[in-house]
């Protein structure tokens, strides 16, 4: 009897110590935090914090997938539990935010320890909540003060914690205080990414493509613009820019998207905004609440940044395809490659330009145009000087010139300006 109990206790230890070894397995695998996505960024930080646990995550930026670099343990938040609401509730916030500025420690009352790192709450989804209040720090302690357990509503680290973050941490680098932090295994951490960025996406290409139905659909009724303009006429500017723009491209690049347990959704990115004549680049944060099953966007900032100036490459391929449809005598796609204020070295304009090019295209069925010696010099972040020898030849005519072209655009439109023409 004895042999059997002591054999089945064995079998019941082996059990429960596969099962206790398959379980941390599984979480093994669940190393990717939830609330952090990224597309095409090789850099940056990303500070997790978790209420329920007292607990914070650095979250590296990797070119391939975020990855926890550090976990602090043993933090303080507010006294009183849930999201915050209004000022003196002593309660710490819930949401997306953003660094401020590093306070250093020989500027602080001691009970802020080794230094200081000002959020920017209430964020624009707290404030279109009406949450107020303000003084939200990420900060250190009074060590000399050990009957200390809670905050008012700040998150504070131990100070060689907050030593630590002060090296690592700068202006603009987001906050995601969260009451519980979810790590998920690869697929399910790829999954919610490619969720989370066709929000992105979706309002990206709807005001590309000039989709205002479905822009007013992804906005919130509150919603305000950069220049504090609301819903409708933020709606009214962009259909006026739209109906005077021939083309859009809007791209947005170094995309980081971050969540908070399930109200928000904000995106952080570089947004680049190429039309006719335009050629723009700047940081976008756009903020998105949850509303029932939907998101909707509430709020945006843009900070202009220097243009990228356009690719010398893009340059040389549309010289290649207005080469292709001249020798092809495509003059639909041939027209095509000017500009609306086209003139030529005879100063005619497009329409006459174009009539002049179909009588020629009529007459001269087999000729052949090459170039050589392409140089490509850019005159601003839009506009380019293209350069290159030009042989004709044709069974009625021939020739060999130098020819100039002042080609404008950006992203993948670019148009013939100006083009003119001197015989070798």
């Keep these: 009897m004895k042999a059997i109990r002591t054999t089945l206790t064995g079998l019941l230890m082996a059990g429960a110590l596969q099962t206790s070894a398959a379980q941390a397995s599984v979480d093994m695998q669940k190393t990717y935090p939830a609330h952090v996505f990224t597309r095409n960024v090789d850099k940056g930080e990303v500070l997790l914090v978790e209420k329920t646990s007292k607990t914070a995550y650095l979250v590296d930026l990797d070119p391939k997938l975020p990855r926890t ?31 401020q500025t590093f306070l250093p420690e020989q500027a602080l009352d001691r009970r802020y320890g080794s230094g200081a790192f000002p959020l920017d709450y209430p964020n624009p989804i707290d404030r279109l909540a009406g949450r107020n209040g303000g003084g939200i720090w990420l900060h250190g302690r009074d060590d000399a003060d050990k009957a200390k357990w809670a905050t008012h509503g700040c998150v504070a680290f131990n100070n060689q914690d907050i030593r630590a973050l002060s090296n690592v941490l700068s202006a603009d680098t987001p906050v995601v205080i969260a009451s519980r932090v979810e790590f998920v295994d690869r697929q399910h951490y790829k999954a919610e990414r490619t969720r989370v960025m066709r929000l992105l996406d979706d309002f990206i290409n709807a005001w590309q493509d000039g989709d205002f139905k479905r822009l007013d659909r992804l906005l919130d009724p ?47 990115f570089e947004q680049s905004y190429c039309a006719t004549h335009i050629n723009s680049r700047g940081r976008k944060r756009l903020y998105f609440r949850r509303d029932g099953k939907d998101f909707r966007l509430v709020s945006e900032k843009y900070t202009a940044l220097p243009a990228r100036p356009a690719d010398p490459e893009k340059v040389r391929r549309f010289i290649q395809h207005w080469l292709g449809a001249w020798n092809r005598r495509d003059l639909g796609a041939y027209i095509a490659s000017y500009a609306d204020d086209f003139r030529d070295t005879r100063h005619r304009d497009l329409k006459r330009f174009r009539e002049y090019k179909a009588g020629i295209f009529r007459s001269r069925p087999e000729q052949r145009v090459r170039i050589e010696d392409l140089r490509i010099e850019p005159l601003d972040a839009s506009r380019f000087r293209v350069r290159f020898v030009q042989h004709y030849s044709s069974r009625e005519y021939n020739d060999t010139g130098r020819k100039t072209l002042i080609v404008s655009g950006c992203g993948n439109h670019f148009r013939i300006e100006r083009e003119t023409w001197n015989k070798l």
């Design 222 to 268: 509150r919603f305000r613009g950069v220049g504090g303009l609301d819903k409708q006429a933020w709606l009214a500017r962009k259909a006026r820019i739209h109906a005077v723009q021939g083309w859009r491209e809007i791209d947005a690049d170094k995309v980081v998207a971050l969540k908070d347990s399930d109200e928000q959704v904000v995106f952080d």
């Design 69 to 99: 670099a550090r976990r602090f343990d043993h933090l303080m938040v507010g006294e009183n539990a849930g999201r915050k609401q209004k000022q003196g509730d002593k309660r710490t916030p819930e949401g997306v935010y953003e660094v």
